[in-house]
């Protein structure tokens, strides 16, 4: 697809973008997002993205799966994911982000393969792609944040290809650990963001931990799900063979509370951080 046609199919899509995408609660978690982001150098962000990438070698798919192949990121955030696509030898990756901040990052943290990026801002309730474009779509803790989030599920479904993976990342309900969240958010605006940043900064330097309190209290929309959920998405939507992924880091003390709180029990977790892999129907 080149660049002409990507802004055709934007213009075309101009429309339903405003009404469904770009409005200013996401915007606000765009921005957020792209200044926790910013704090990281390129060491801190390898080690982020080789993390990160780890835990998709249990989705059951073939260590040179993505060699070759067109895929999606929806919602690239930090540019984590699509650093490793292409580095597993994507042809080409296409990545979309509701933050500006979010975009210029992923871009320049992947200057290295720029002749197989194409970065642009944009809501992953309004993908500005075709249907049946892409070999692989991932979207990973982005659903959760937007007005409606089975409608973006329903996009990922709708520019994958028939028979190809579909990989998503959401907040699981439940636990100890979500009351508290919720308890805790009930109360956020009397704390600005600015001051507890700069609390953060005292006791912290690394970005990851930064996130790990920025994004439950003061992202603006946060919703939740159960597997049950998750399940009903899939059926609705056309895509089977649904898997729950299982990641196991190593972390200790307190990163581990903070950076793995899947492997604590379902009081504290809930139904955790739920990573699914599910294949759109093949017609």
């Known amino acids: 697809m080149t660049a002409s046609e990507l802004s055709v199919l934007r213009q ?22 792209g ?12 080690t982020f993205a080789d993390a990160h990438w780890n835990k998709f070698r249990n989705a059951g798919l073939a260590q040179d799966f993505l060699r070759g192949r067109i895929c ?8 984590r994911a699509v650093r490793s696509m292409l580095k597993d030898g994507a042809a080409k990756v296409y990545a979309i982000d509701i933050g500006d901040e979010c975009v210029r990052n992923t871009r320049d943290r992947n200057a290295p393969w720029r002749d197989r990026l194409v970065v642009e801002q944009g809501s992953v309730l309004a993908l500005p792609f075709p249907d049946d474009t892409f070999d692989f779509v991932h979207c990973d803790g982005v659903l959760h944040h937007t007005r409606a989030p089975f409608a973006g599920f329903c996009e990922l479904v709708r520019v994958a290809k028939p028979g190809v993976p579909i990989m998503v ?17 009930a109360f956020r605006h009397l704390i600005p963001r600015s001051l507890a940043e700069r609390a953060l900064h005292l006791v912290t330097s690394d970005p990851v931990k ?3 309190f920025l994004d439950p209290f003061y992202v603006p929309i946060r919703k939740v799900y159960r597997t049950r959920d998750v399940d ?4 609705r939507a056309g895509v089977e063979g649904l898997r729950r992924l299982e990641h196991h880091y190593n972390y200790r003390g307190i990163d581990r509370l903070l950076k793995d709180y899947n492997s604590f029990g379902r009081w504290f977790r809930g ?13």
């Open 232 to 235: 009903a998405w899939a059926t």
């Open 35 to 46: 200044s926790i982001w910013n704090l990281m150098d390129e060491e801190a962000f390898a």
């Open 169 to 185: 990342g959401l907040y699981g309900a439940g636990g100890l650990l979500n009351f508290s969240i919720y308890l805790a958010r």
């Open 72 to 79: 999606l990121d929806a919602g690239c955030g930090s540019g």
């Open 12 to 33: 075309d899509r101009s429309t339903t973008a405003a009404a469904n995408g770009m409005n200013k609660v996401e915007i606000a978690t765009g921005e957020l997002y």
């Open 271 to 283: 139904d955790g951080y739920l990573t699914y892999i599910g294949f759109k129907h093949n017609h």
């Open 210 to 212: 930064m996130y790990v």
